[in-house]
């Protein structure tokens, strides 16, 4: 089994920033496509950008592109995301998401196998 466990959610302001980490427990994690999700209360999960097994193919949500940034280092099996320029509505439950099936990347939960718990967001005005 992955175990993937999220890190680096926090308080910031308005305009600033935070880089999330995934560190997955398999070495071989490369093999995984990988993607961030995010929870507000009363809301669905949504997609926010994922990475495919190589890192050759990315996607971001329309919210979040030209401010967010994926990205994936295989000797540390680890996947990232830069939040630049934050805003109030990105605040959320952050969840990172793997799965070694996946051709590309996914968009939807349903395209993910293994989940970390999740790292919350907070972003004031």
């Known amino acids: 089994q992955v175990k993937l466990v999220e890190s680096g959610g926090g308080l910031v302001q308005a305009g600033g920033s935070l880089r999330l980490s995934c560190a997955a427990s398999?070495?071989?994690?490369?093999?995984?496509?990988m993607g961030w999700f995010r929870q507000a209360p009363g809301k669905e999960r949504e997609f926010v950008a994922a990475?495919?097994?190589?890192?050759?193919?990315?996607y971001y949500a329309d919210s979040v592109k030209g401010r967010f940034t994926i990205s994936r280092d295989g000797a540390k099996n680890t996947v990232y995301l830069q939040m630049n320029s934050l805003k109030v509505e990105d605040t959320a439950v952050y969840y990172c998401?793997?799965?070694?099936?996946?051709?590309?990347?996914?968009?939807?939960?349903?395209?993910?196998?293994?989940w970390g718990q999740g790292t919350q967001v907070t972003v004031s005005s």
């Open positions: 998401a793997a799965d070694r099936a996946l051709v590309g990347v996914g968009r939807t939960p349903v395209d993910y196998e293994y």
């Open positions: 990475i495919s097994r190589r890192g050759g193919i990315w």
């Open positions: 398999e070495r071989t994690s490369s093999s995984y496509a």
